[in-house]
T-cell receptor, first 114, second 114 residues
């Protein structure tokens, strides 16, 4: 079974631009979460999508947004990029339900903002 | 607000040694706790998931314990190998949400020397 995939793996953008990152969950997984990882703040939760609806949101500004499609694939968008947005963005998926709640992470997208 | 702390921040051991990594959390109202490893520049690999009702989980040379009331978990690695070198992260999932939000510790960077 294929794991969580993220594209692109690396991105270089300049301040003020916007960026879209993509995540394909493991087949059968309906919940997709996004995390930002930086050396200073560690891993921080951005948001979670389930059945095309945002179910949870972390403490990030409105410049960070996401969506989920009917096939469970998810995208996150960051508008008006700032230098501090440089980070590894990780996507995780799980089978939603009381028993199957282990989360599986993708390899991440490394975003560099110049 | 849930806070997760991992001690030590870094650990260097000779090959073959048994070792313990520690994780503590401030709010004992958790749904589960998950241990991950992260290789440099890569995503997270799930190692063990412990439900709040469980005391421990084992996988190969790894054993994780959970003491929910005292807010502690330990990851025991037996007979360490150079391939175990990575950053180990623990993460807790709060009880009060039905979603996937995880709160992570800062991690323990482990180096196993041949």
């Amino acid at each position: 079974k294929a794991g969580v995939t993220q594209t692109p793996r690396y991105l270089i953008k300049t301040r003020g631009q916007q960026v879209t990152l993509s995540c394909s969950p493991i087949s059968g997984h309906r919940s997709v979460s996004w995390y930002q990882q930086t050396p200073g703040q560690g891993l921080q939760f951005l948001f979670e999508y389930f059945s095309e609806t945002q179910r949870n949101k972390g403490n990030f500004p409105g410049r960070f947004s996401g969506r989920q499609f009917s096939n469970s694939r998810s995208e996150m968008n960051v508008s008006t990029l700032e230098l501090g947005d440089s980070a590894l963005y990780l996507c995780a998926s799980r089978v939603s339900g009381p028993t199957y709640n282990e989360q599986f992470f993708g390899p991440g997208t490394r975003l560099t903002v110049l | 607000k849930q806070e997760v702390t991992q001690i030590p921040a870094a650990l260097s051991v000779p090959e073959g040694e048994n070792l313990v990594l520690n994780c503590s959390f401030t709010d004992s109202a958790i749904y589960n706790l998950q241990w991950f490893r992260q290789d440099p520049g890569k995503g997270l690999t799930s190692l063990l998931l412990i439900q709040s009702s469980q005391r421990e989980q084992t996988s190969g040379r790894l054993n994780a314990s959970l003491d929910k009331s005292s807010g502690r978990s330990t990851l025991y690695i037996a007979a360490s190998q150079p391939g175990d070198s990575a950053t180990y992260l623990c993460a807790v999932r709060p009880e009060e949400t039905s979603g996937s939000r995880l709160t992570f510790g800062e991690g323990t960077q482990l180096t196993v020397n041949p």
